[in-house]
């Protein structure tokens, strides 16, 4: 069974500048989630999918932040403008049903602003 | 607010030994707790669950345990072997603050030959 993909694997911009990720999740999954891991910290959740709706976004900062789920299986994480601060590894995360089980995680993004 | 605490510190012991991670929390009443190990650059990957109703699970040589009224999850590894150095994280699943995952911020064990 393929895992959780994720691309590009690494992304280098400047801030203001704009960038996208994607994931594709385990195939049957109906749940996903994007994840920020800053250095030394845990992952936080900045969105979650069920199916193609959105469960929880409350800490995705929407003035800069915006994920979608096509047709409920990809999704991308757009940053735009990017920060310094939103240097981070993003992290992709897929689930068999709603939630309250175990998570797959992709290898994830690392994101540099300079 | 919700705070989940591991410690910050890495720990270091020998091959053969039992190392012991701790998880605390406050502000929060987690339907179910699990363990993720994380390596350098990959994502996290699942080891065990405990529900708020259990005490303590096993899985080969891994063992946590769920104390509700401490607020406290202990994970062991029995036998530790320079392969099980890695970071693991402490992730709640609650019944307060909605059903999004809380993870800790991770303890590195480094286990030395």
């Known amino acids: 069974e393929a895992g959780v993909a994720q691309s590009p694997r690494y992304k280098i911009i400047e801030k203001r500048q704009s960038v996208a990720f994607w994931c594709n999740p385990i195939?049957?999954?109906?749940?996903l989630y994007w994840y920020q891991q800053i250095l030394g910290q845990g992952p936080k959740l900045l969105i979650q999918?069920?199916?193609?709706?959105?469960?929880?976004d409350s800490q995705l900062p929407k003035d800069r932040f915006s994920a979608e789920r096509l047709k409920g299986v990809d999704s991308t994480l757009k940053i735009q403008p990017a920060k310094l601060e939103d240097s981070a590894v993003y992290l992709c995360?897929?689930?068999?049903?709603?939630?309250?089980?175990?998570?797959?995680f992709g290898p994830g993004t690392r994101l540099l602003v300079l | 607010s919700q705070k989940i605490e591991q410690n910050s510190e890495a720990l270091n012991i020998q091959e053969g030994k039992t190392a012991t991670l701790t998880c605390n929390y406050t502000?929060?009443?987690?339907?179910?707790l699990q363990w993720y190990r994380q390596d350098p650059g990959r994502g996290p990957v699942f080891l065990l669950l405990?529900?708020?109703?259990?005490k303590e699970k096993r899985k080969e040589r891994l063992k946590v345990t769920f104390d509700t009224t401490l607020k406290q999850s202990l994970f062991h590894i029995t036998a530790s072997q320079p392969a099980d150095s890695a970071t693991y994280l402490c992730?709640?699943?609650?019944?307060?603050?909605?059903?999004?995952?809380?993870f800790g911020a991770g303890t590195r064990l480094f286990v030395k030959a």
């Open positions: 995360a897929s689930s068999l049903t709603s939630g309250r089980e175990t998570q797959y």
């Open positions: 195939s049957g999954h109906a749940t």
């Open positions: 999918f069920q199916n193609n709706g959105v469960v929880d």
């Open positions: 502000n929060y009443s987690p339907a179910y």
């Open positions: 405990i529900r708020e109703n259990e």
């Open positions: 992730a709640l699943d609650g019944n307060t603050g909605g059903f999004k995952t809380i």
